[in-house]
Nanobody
Framework: QLQASGGGLVQAGGSLRLSCAASGDTLRRYAVAWFRQAPGEERDFVAFVGWSGRNTALADSVKGRFTVSRDDALNKVYLQMNSLKPEDTALYYC??????????????????WGQGTQVTVSS
């Protein structure tokens, strides 16, 4: 099971760090991605980190503001979000899959999803 945490209410320009943790298994073998979904909107890709940590990808809308990383010793994947904007407000999910490609897989390829953590950015 995956569990996303670290969300909260922050003012525009602020920062949050989301964590994705696995229970009952190690994340070491898995590629992990972050998605977000705002009310009434579709779920959007945000960030990806490959199983080795060497391959990462970010949505254009968050490049230069967000970074994704993993700490296999702690069995966690992080999404560091800086310079937050009101349009970043959404429910953020982490997802994991066994994947060895250099590019992120399709959302339907992820086998495990966390329950989501709410991020609210006030203007």
């Amino acid at each position: 099971q995956l569990q996303a945490s670290g969300g909260g209410l922050v003012q525009a320009g602020g920062s949050l760090r989301l964590s994705c943790a696995a229970s009952g298994d190690t994340l070491r073998r898995y590629a992990v991605a972050w998605f977000r979904q705002a009310p009434g909107e579709e779920r959007d890709f945000v960030a990806f980190v490959g199983w080795s940590g060497r391959n990462t990808a970010l949505a254009d809308s968050v490049k230069g503001r967000f970074t994704v990383s993993r700490d296999d010793a702690l069995n966690k994947v992080y999404l560091q979000m800086n310079s937050l904007k009101p349009e970043d407000t959404a429910l953020y999910y982490c997802a994991a899959t066994i994947w060895y490609g250099n590019y992120p897989p399709e959302p339907t390829d992820y086998n495990y999803w966390g329950q989501g953590t709410q991020v609210t950015v006030s203007s």
